[in-house]
């Protein structure tokens, strides 16, 4: 009745799933990094530029965003094996 998984292997599609899965973390790590930066040196300085204040902020979320949910994506697929 409860079937039983094969062995884990390292096919080729499974190490190029393990490369994106590194690589989304770590730009997702560090836009959360840029973020703190962000907030703490470089806000005070874009007082007088609203665009800037919003737009730079805007971005680094949309970038983590997307990092964010390709990562997600790869581990649940490295997991699966497919």
Known sequence: ???TKPPFR???R???RFTTLIVAGAVAALDIVLFVVYYQS???MLEDLPLYRYGIPAGILTVF???FRRFLSQ???FKADQ
Do not use: I, K, N, Y
């Open 10 to 12: 390292w096919t080729e």
């Open 65 to 67: 965003l997307f990092a």
């Open 14 to 16: 499974r190490v190029a």
């Open 75 to 77: 581990l649940r697929l």
């Open 1 to 3: 009745m409860s079937e």
């Open 42 to 44: 470089l806000r005070p």
